[in-house]
């Protein structure tokens, strides 16, 4: 492994630290945040390609074919990928997400640190999903801080329709849609 891929996997892991770790004490207070009743994760295993995100540093360098791949493991986790192609090449991340309570399955929560940094609360991430299709064509997802928000979907491109219908309704949920990066994916 070179010098400059061993300096991206540890910032993108101290990102993931004090970005994603900070919300989780702030955000589990606002249970206003609807998510969705119910998620099968084996349907949603898979690759998701980012469709549009509000602005964060840790995708600062991301120019496109932006996507996450789930897969869901032995125990209770689900193994996550994040992959983006920038001006240098591609990057990616390695982490691990998890239903923290069964009773609330669209409230997931995503840890990118080491695992033996797991026990800190502040290295998770919240990871509500707050509208999926039906058939797990799209989804969008944030956080109750509403600092995150993503739209993701099976395919490299989703319909403008759809995408501004979701922006719509993250609006109405409290989240600046004004700021959201549109991606373009152009990698199958």
Not at 45 to 70: H, K
Request: hydrophobic residues 45%.
């Amino acid at each position: 492994m070179n010098h400059q891929h061993r300096l991206t996997r540890l910032l993108l892991t101290v990102a993931s630290i004090f970005l994603i770790g900070v919300t989780p004490l702030q955000s589990r207070a606002d249970a206003t945040l609807p998510t969705v009743a119910s998620v099968d994760l084996q349907r949603y295993a898979g690759q998701w390609f980012e469709i549009a995100r509000l602005p964060m540093w840790f995708e600062r360098n991301c120019v496109g074919d932006i996507s996450a791949t789930y897969s869901v493991r032995d125990d209770p986790r689900i193994s996550v990928l994040n992959q983006c192609r920038t001006k240098d090449g591609v990057i990616s991340a390695n982490g691990v997400a998890e239903v923290p309570d069964p009773m609330h399955p669209g409230q997931l929560r995503v840890r990118f640190a080491p695992a033996w940094l797991s026990w800190l609360p502040l290295v998770w991430g919240d990871y509500w999903i707050l509208a999926l299709d039906p058939q797990y064509r799209w989804v969008m997802v944030g956080a109750p801080s509403r600092e995150y928000l993503w739209i993701l979907s099976r395919t490299p491109s989703l319909e403008q329709q759809q995408i501004d219908a979701l922006k719509h309704q993250a609006q109405t949920l409290g989240f600046d849609v004004h700021k959201m990066i549109d991606v373009r994916n152009d990698s199958p």
